[in-house]
């Protein structure tokens, strides 16, 4: 069987984070399906919590036999691949994927449809989207991520950024949230309140959204390219925000998502948050800062070494010319 190489000796790169997150990831997949499923066996007292209103316990049933059939063994050996970096490893990662968020996607519609099992939908909405991450994460030898931006004028990168920032705040600071508090609401789950917490969530969104937007344009402008890494920019940029911090958007983005967490009142949407930043920081930052070296050397070195990640500098660098 061929083998792919891992990442950092050539080849085909093993994952874009040069990490197993994957692997472990399928194989914990895998074992929750069939500990879910002998949970539900042992305990049929537990059944109802998993039924919207009006549904038979039948219509539970019915996904016992693709769990264990497809979904648990196909997780399984999407996790065997990757470990041992087999040639199936991408294929098989994807195929895991795609059955939870066809799962997710059903779940979605069976609580509208029905009514209730809300609870479905906050379990399986984790699991489809880590499941998405790691088939992507080991894609690394087949999707290109990771392009720079075709040249073009200064105006047309700019625009590009504005779309997607609206794009980006629109889906994961507004649409996300949002479903995320619904399932919150309808499972009864305890919020939380302190004096000023509207106020405080405002100012937030407004100092965090401006330093997201001014590092966007900072990037547009200065860099020839957007902050997608698959339309990226041509020169590194280390002026404005950049001067500070290495990732300002990133910080940005955070700190919206901490506001719209407290301006609901949400613990599970600071879960996110969090889930979002550990994400980033462990499996797209590694791949991220890889590609920076590769296509800037030892000018991106320089600025690593002088500007940090999350720690802000008091004064602005000014050792790389852009």
């Known amino acids: ?31 929750g399906i069939a500990a879910w499923w002998i949970y539900l066996s042992a305990e049929p007292s537990a059944v109802p919590m998993f039924l919207p209103r009006g549904a038979a316990e039948a219509d539970l049933r019915a996904f016992q036999m693709p769990d264990l059939l497809v979904a648990a063994p196909v997780s399984l050996a999407a996790s065997v691949s990757i470990f041992l970096s087999l040639r199936w490893a991408m294929p098989l990662a994807w195929f895991a994927a795609g059955a939870i968020v066809y ?9 509208i449809w029905r009514g209730g099992a809300w609870l479905n939908v906050a379990l399986m909405a984790p699991a489809a989207l880590l499941s998405t991450i790691g088939a992507l994460d080991v894609s690394a030898g087949s999707i290109p991520i990771f392009r720079r931006a075709t040249p073009g004028s200064a105006v047309r990168h700019v625009a590009a950024t504005f779309g997607q920032i609206v794009a980006f705040w629109s889906f994961f600071l507004f649409v996300v949230p949002s479903a995320i508090v619904f399932v919150e609401r309808e499972l009864v789950w305890p919020s939380f309140a302190f ?3 509207s106020p405080v969530a405002a100012l937030l969104v407004v100092a965090f959204s401006s330093l997201g937007l001014t590092s966007g344009l900072t990037i547009a402008g200065r860099g020839a390219g957007t902050p997608l890494p698959f339309v990226a920019t041509n020169r590194l940029v280390t002026t404005g925000p950049y001067s500070y911090l290495r990732n300002p958007m990133v910080v940005a983005g955070l700190g919206q998502g901490l506001a719209v967490a407290l301006w609901f009142g949400s613990w599970a949407v600071l879960a996110y948050v969090l889930v979002g930043g550990i994400i980033w920081e462990y499996l797209v930052r590694p791949a ?35």
Do not use: K, N
């Not at 799962?103 to 609580?111: D, M, T």
């Not at 002088?306 to 000014?318: G, K, L, M, N, Y």
């Open 1 to 31: 069987m061929t083998r792919l190489r891992p990442a950092g000796f050539g080849g085909a790169s093993l994952s874009f984070s040069g990490s197993r997150f994957a692997a472990w990831y399928f194989l914990v997949q895998a074992l």
């Open 103 to 111: 799962a997710f996607v059903y779940c979605v519609g069976w609580s």
């Open 195 to 197: 004096p000023g917490q």
């Open 288 to 322: 991220e800062e890889r590609d920076l070296r590769d296509a800037f050397g030892d000018e991106f070195e320089t600025y690593c070494q002088h500007v940090r990640c999350w720690i802000p500098r008091t004064s602005a660098f000014r050792g790389v010319s852009t």
